[in-house]
């Protein structure tokens, strides 16, 4: 059932290489599965090769012990643009490395424990026919840049496949050719992954049609960390627990009066923030609105329904804005002597104070919201502080111009590494009184002058140079513009790879910091254009987002859109239920709403799933309705009913069937994209019918239709630890924003090959969704998972295990 093909080794050369890195003791490994893999310590190279032009990093990845400038003479003679001279260009520097790694002073050492990649064979097919291949999943396996992969071909290999085709896909969705054309092994066969992200290394057959290669048969896939990505991660997931931390079971009066003082200052605070920036007003254009206006109504909207309600998701919501906004005015502060001396001097004092003002209502906002917390939330941002600790400590050790700034604020007594090990030692000790202050989470991000210089980047240097680099630094504040977007690309591609590493609020603005790009209907080319801004974020991996989008935005004139690239996705592979199946929680949730669907069609309601069966104008009245913070105004109503003409926007509407009446009680609002992918950008369900539970029973029928039609991915967007995001780790699963890149360009690649070729088991391409009725009346096998749930249980498979590297869940390689 199973056969190797392929051993990858990572090494380290006994000259001329540097020891393991610190993070990782000698000795340590990571496992995947007891007895099956294993993967010795990460291995270090010099370093990091400096940032280089895109066609020589696949060169450079695949000979790292070939000199840089040997390697560019090497592609300058044979000229390396035809087949013939790449394979020429192969040939010699394949004996250029050959050298170097069999010279006695370069001999690398063979860890004890290799990484084997296995081939196994599918319920119903084998490995070579067709079926589906459940690929290894290595997890992080080194640093970007500075490991080596050493991969040595088993002899099995080609016995089954004579010219087999060695390919890798990198992060930013390239795939690289690694073996030559006539595809024969031979030693050494390197890697040096340049940039941080999750890679997949293929065998696939070496049969081509118009171009197209033959079907894959191993995929095992693996990821490189960077000090950059791990900080920004440690940070965000800080953010996200310390942000959601209060539950609503502890209203203080501390925490009432704040929230009103706070409610009080801001007004004064915006009033004399407008008159500093009289004179910077025009010049900054939308940006004002952008980055001032639209906090100040959100924290307007959610102060209110914390005062009226205590509700919860607004006194998160509220910790975000204020946490923002602060930033943003403190950068503004930074440019309050010029912004004086345009107006003369006038302004400037005022507005200053009233910033100190403001910061000081909410630094008490957030104490008494931390105060209010339960030990378990206290306990959880505790743990946070910890694992923040020990990134934040590697990269402080980095030796670029970011890492020796930030080691400089880092390091020592009054640093921020002594704020936030007092703030983690007295959440440990129970004391209420300890508090994560706004100042120090700011300074985490760089602090305001990181943020003005991120919007210094934006004008100058654009989309071209530098896109494609290791980032230097977490990213607060980044700027698409909107050609760059339409014009799309490898370039576009490397940079949603960069800022998957490294940005921090996962909103990337259209346009500049001058002047943000706004989706438009005043003409039926705006529309257009509009509508294919959005189609072009889906397909690079972002999700959306409007502000601004009613009466303040004048009507049918225009609103900012934001592309969305959070650093958690909820995603549901709709070719894998077992890994779906996979969680506790979601087979519990699946089991509710079969049960929900059973009790309501014997007391006579039935369940029907319909796409786009009434205009648009019904369901984005009905999502307004039942919807309090929706942002589907008047302009985005526009496009979406322009999308709608063209099947580019599909309401999934559940219908509730009871005798002859029946009404629509959910609906979502999707896009189809890539050919195998939707994505869900907003959704509501009605809260008279919530016994019934309909947002699940739609997102289980849903994405079963989506299924059976040949769909691949099902993308909910962005989630994170707030109430109203807790339904999508029910119904999809959780992964990383880099995870889930991954994903999307799989899914890409398999859309690239249709209809011609069979890949991974995908022999068509998916059956179109026509408007009108999907499914008449709803039965459990219409729900996603349901009957290879059901058929598991009267066959059950072996247990379903956690990987060990990365937390997550998998389903064992043995489950089909």
């Known amino acids: 059932s199973s056969l190797s093909l392929v051993r990858v080794h990572q090494l380290r050369s006994a000259c001329g290489l540097a020891p393991p890195c610190s993070a990782m003791a000698d000795g ?9 893999l294993a993967l010795a310590t990460a291995l270090d190279a010099p370093g990091a090769p400096p940032f280089v032009p895109r066609p020589l990093q696949r060169w450079q990845c695949q000979f790292p012990l070939v000199d840089a400038d040997v390697l560019a003479a090497v592609l300058d003679g044979t000229g390396a643009s035809t087949a013939e001279q790449e394979e020429e260009a192969f040939g010699t520097l394949h004996a250029l490395q050959a050298e170097a790694f069999e010279s006695p002073e370069d001999a690398p050492t063979t860890p004890a424990a290799p990484c084997v990649l296995t081939l196994r064979r599918a319920a119903g097919g084998s490995a070579v026919d067709g079926g589906v291949l459940l690929p290894e999943d290595l997890g992080t ?16 290999l080609s016995e089954l496949l004579p010219a087999p085709r060695l390919l890798l896909a990198t992060p930013c969705g390239d795939v690289w050719t690694l073996l030559p054309a006539s595809g024969t092994p031979s030693e050494p066969l390197l890697l040096r992954p340049p940039s941080c992200g999750w890679y997949r290394l293929y065998v696939e057959e070496a049969k081509a049609v118009s171009g197209v290669g033959g079907a894959v ?12 990505g791990d900080y920004v991660g440690a940070l965000g997931d800080l953010y996200d627990v310390l942000a959601w931390s209060w539950d609503g079971t502890n209203w203080t009066e501390q925490l009432a009066d704040a929230s009103l003082n706070l409610l009080v200052d801001m007004s004064t605070f915006m009033e004399s923030l407008q008159a500093m920036m009289g004179f910077a007003g025009p010049m900054m254009g939308a940006s004002t609105d952008a980055m001032l206006q639209q906090p100040k109504r959100v924290l307007e909207h959610q102060l209110a329904r914390v005062i009226d309600r205590q509700d919860p998701q607004a006194v ?16 503004l502060g930074n440019l309050a002597p010029m912004l004086g001396a345009l107006g003369g001097g006038s302004g400037l004092v005022d507005g200053t104070s009233a910033i100190r003002q403001f910061a000081a209502a909410a630094e008490a906002f957030e104490a008494a919201r931390q105060a209010a917390c339960t030990a378990d939330a206290r306990s959880a941002v505790e743990g946070a502080l910890r694992r923040l600790v020990l990134a934040a400590d590697r990269y402080a050790q980095l030796s670029t111009p970011a890492g020796v700034e930030f080691g400089s604020k880092w390091r020592g007594e009054a640093g921020l590494r002594g704020d936030l090990q007092r703030a983690a030692q007295g959440l440990a000790a129970g004391d209420v009184g300890t508090t994560l202050q706004l100042r120090v989470l700011s300074d985490l991000q760089g602090g305001s002058a990181s943020l003005l210089a991120d919007v210094m980047g934006s004008l100058s240097s654009g989309l071209g140079a530098g896109a494609s680099c290791a980032p230097a630094k977490p990213e607060g504040l980044s700027f698409l513009s909107w050609d760059s977007l339409a014009l799309g690309g490898a370039d576009l591609r490397a940079r949603v790879a960069r800022w998957s590493e490294c940005l921090v609020s996962g909103a990337v603005v259209l346009g500049s910091p001058m002047q943000p790009a706004s989706l438009s209907v005043k003409t039926e080319l705006d529309t257009q254009r509009s509508a294919a801004a959005i189609l072009q974020m889906l397909r690079f991996g972002f999700g959306y987002v409007v502000q601004g989008d009613g009466a303040a935005s004048g009507g049918y004139g225009g609103c900012i859109v934001a592309a969305m690239l959070d650093r958690t996705r909820a995603a549901l592979p709709l070719r894998s239920p077992a890994l779906f199946l996979a969680d506790r929680r979601r087979r519990a949730r699946l089991r509710d709403v079969t049960r929900v669907v059973r009790s309501q069609a014997r007391q006579g309601r039935r369940f029907s799933l319909r796409v786009n069966s009434v205009d648009v104008d019904v369901t984005l009245e009905l999502l307004r309705q039942h919807h309090e913070d929706n942002w589907a105004g008047p302009v985005l109503g526009e496009v979406w009913r322009h999308m709608a003409a063209s099947s580019e926007l599909m309401v999934f509407e559940l219908w509730s069937v009871e005798g002859d009446s029946e009404q629509i009680i959910a609906a979502d609002f999707c896009h189809p994209h890539s050919s195998l992918g939707f994505y869900v950008a907003t959704r509501f369900f009605d809260r008279s019918f919530k016994t019934c539970m309909p947002g699940f029973i739609l997102a289980f029928a849903a994405a079963g239709a989506l299924a059976r039609h040949g769909y691949e991915l099902w993308d909910l967007g962005g989630t994170n630890s707030s109430p109203m995001m807790q339904y999508k780790s029910q119904v999809a699963i959780e992964m990383k924003n880099g995870v889930f890149l991954d994903h999307l360009h799989e899914m890409q690649r398999h859309a690239s090959t249709l209809p011609s070729q069979k890949l991974g088991g995908l022999a068509e391409p998916p059956r179109q969704i026509v408007a009108g009725t999907i499914v008449a009346e709803l039965s459990e096998d219409d729900l ?3 009957a290879f749930w059901r058929e598991g249980q009267a066959n059950p498979e072996p247990r379903i295990a956690p990987s060990a590297k990365n937390g997550r869940t998998r389903a064992r390689a043995d489950v089909p």
């Open 28 to 36: 340590a490994s990571f496992s995947a599965r007891a007895g099956a």
């Open 141 to 156: 396996v080194g640093e970007a840049g500075e490991t080596i992969l050493h991969i040595e071909p088993d002899l099995a």
């Open 217 to 228: 048969v191993a995929d095992v896939r693996f990821h490189l960390s960077s000090a950059v």
């Open 316 to 331: 998160g919501m509220t910790h975000g804005a204020i946490r923002d906004l602060l930033q943003q005015t403190s950068m």
């Open 784 to 786: 996603f998972g349901a």
